[in-house]
């Protein structure tokens, strides 16, 4: 079964603290997307990779950075984790080749909760 | 720009009722993807269906029907005869025709369905 993996389902850090976010997918797609997570605001895109090293600031990068060294893995970064990146953090990935065929679009991994104290 | 709305913050019926999920989505593209994702407790998004601009024709999934009227820019969500497995956040996304690399979504309407 093809699936999205963030290694973490729920994470606590310290204000200050340098977070990795880990996300891994087995589908060999080419994509990969970092999403975060707020009530009433829906979705919001942080970050995404289209390639090995390639990465593009989505809506939400401040504060962010992210790392894509091997197709199947896309990290993002807390550089300093601060209260107001408390959030779910979804990731997800997509192929172009796919996106025509096939109908689903995304592929999400389960969410990794953070919560900064 | 792209835009999703979703009015309906939350929504709580009993089970059994009919409950309709509003989206109505902005976009100056001609040609663009919609989708409907739910999201159960477990926090993973789960598919629940796509529709690309030139198609409008209603679709039905069991217990689950969309309504895509490009008229008034929505495409609603019907869950007929709703059950408590029905319980979730549900998102509207909007997606250009670019090899799935800008999504938007809209931000949820999270429904409970109570015995």
């Known amino acids: 079964d093809v699936k999205v993996t963030q290694s973490s389902r729920y994470l606590v850090k310290r204000t200050g603290e340098k977070v990795f976010l880990e996300c891994v997918q087995d589908?060999?797609?080419?994509?990969m997307f970092w999403y975060r997570q707020d009530p009433g605001l829906g979705l919001r895109l942080i970050y995404f990779s289209y390639d090995v090293k390639m990465k593009e600031k989505g809506d939400i990068p401040e504060g962010y950075s992210v790392s894509r060294e091997k197709k199947e893995r896309f990290s993002l970064i807390l550089e300093s984790a601060s209260t107001n990146q408390t959030s779910m953090y979804l990731c997800?990935?997509?192929?172009?080749?796919?996106?025509?065929?096939?109908?689903?679009?995304?592929?999400f991994g389960s969410g990794t909760r953070l919560t900064v104290v | 720009a792209q835009k999703v709305t979703q009015a309906q913050t939350e929504i709580s019926v009993v089970e059994k009722e009919d409950v309709t999920l509003d989206c109505v989505y902005e976009?100056?593209?001609?040609?663009?993807?919609l989708f409907w994702y739910k999201q159960p407790p477990s926090g993973e998004l789960v598919f629940l269906i796509r529709r690309n601009s030139f198609d409008e024709q209603n679709e039905i999934s069991g217990r689950y029907s969309w309504n895509f009227q490009k008229s008034t820019s929505s495409f609603n969500f019907t869950i007929t005869a709703s059950q408590v497995v029905d319980s979730a956040v549900y998102f509207c996304a909007l997606s250009p025709d670019n090899y799935g690399q800008n999504f938007v979504f809209g931000p949820g309407t999270r429904l409970s369905v109570l015995p």
């Open positions: 589908m060999d797609h080419e994509n």
């Open positions: 997800a990935s997509s192929s172009p080749g796919d996106w025509r065929q096939k109908e689903a679009g995304y592929t």
């Open positions: 976009t100056r593209d001609t040609t663009y993807y």
